[in-house]
Nanobody, 117 residues
Framework: VQLQASGGGLVQAGGSLRLSCAAS????????MGWYRQAPGKQRELVAD???????NYADSVKGRFIISRVNAKNTVYLRMNSLKPEDTAVYYC????????????WGQGTQVTVSS
């Protein structure tokens, strides 16, 4: 399984970006895809995730500003980030996981998001 993320970049505070992540390979149909981020000197944290059934979960810090969505037929997940703040600056990682006997857990390569003040 491989995950290919794209869409990061530099944006001014208040701006928007959209991240995309496409998964390929042998993927269990019931899964969850999500986005995590890691800022310098901090631990990686969950931003948002979404199950194949459409259930979503957001970190409190992004609720009301970020929207996660997916297209199951394409094994692709998106993160629309609005009203960006400098504290959103981080490397964003795409994640795919499912449980089939054991936990299967895959990560993308990371994409940098920088928000200038």
């Amino acid at each position: 399984v491989q995950l290919q993320a794209s869409g990061g970049g530099l944006v001014q505070a208040g701006g928007s970006l959209r991240l995309s992540c496409a998964a390929s390979g042998s993927i269990f149909s019931r899964n969850a895809m999500g986005w995590y981020r890691q800022a310098p000197g901090k631990q990686r944290e969950l931003v948002a995730d979404i199950t194949s059934g459409g259930r979503t979960n957001y970190a409190d810090s992004v609720k009301g500003r970020f929207i996660i969505s997916r297209v199951n037929a394409k094994n692709t997940v998106y993160l629309r980030m609005n009203s960006l703040k400098p504290e959103d600056t981080a490397v964003y990682y795409c994640n795919l996981r499912w449980r089939e006997g054991r936990l299967w857990d895959y990560w993308g390569q990371g994409t940098q998001v920088t928000v200038s003040s």
